[in-house]
């Protein structure tokens, strides 16, 4: 009975793992279906973030020339692109997400459609005017 016990709690931690942002994630662009890059979301003081960790199509030591304030000419490996999204259930809002290859900033909400899928929305006002990136858990 004690090891049902365990093994029950063990499956339910793998489960409510598997149902978490938190991880690596392969990057995907929306327009050429290339991988681009490795974020890594994390949790920090109940709020989700996401930085760059790996650049799969350009140099590590890339730039970004067109962002603006404190970001402008920083190194795109280990630039926090995602910040401020907020957790209900499987999906997560109320953020931002910013794009390096053009310098802008938008508005972001993410769902996990299965537990190695996030799909990943940036977007103007409202959800409507936006783009959707799947990405890919890293193993």
């Known amino acids: 009975m004690k090891y049902i016990f365990v093994l029950i709690l063990c499956a339910l ?12 994630w392969q990057t995907i662009d929306d327009e050429t279906g290339q991988a681009k890059s490795h ?3 994390y949790e920090q003081d109940g709020k989700f973030y996401g930085k ?5 199509l350009k140099p590590e030591d890339t730039v ?24 209900k259930k499987d999906k997560w ?3 931002k997400i910013l794009d390096p290859e053009n310098g802008k900033e938008y508005k972001c909400k993410m769902e996990l459609v299965s537990a ?5 929305r940036g977007f103007i ?11 890919h858990r890293v193993k």
Do not use: H, P, Y
């Open 125 to 135: 006002g409202f959800s409507l005017l936006g783009r959707t990136q799947t990405w």
């Open 64 to 87: 970004c020339v067109k962002c603006k304030g404190d970001k402008k000419d920083q190194l795109v490996q280990g630039m926090v692109v995602l910040r401020d999204m907020k957790a």
């Open 13 to 24: 931690a793998i489960s409510i793992d598997a149902q978490s942002a938190v991880g690596t």
């Open 116 to 120: 190695n899928k996030l799909e990943v």
């Open 39 to 41: 974020v890594e979301i």
């Open 52 to 56: 760059v960790v790996k650049l799969l």
């Open 93 to 95: 809002a109320g953020g």
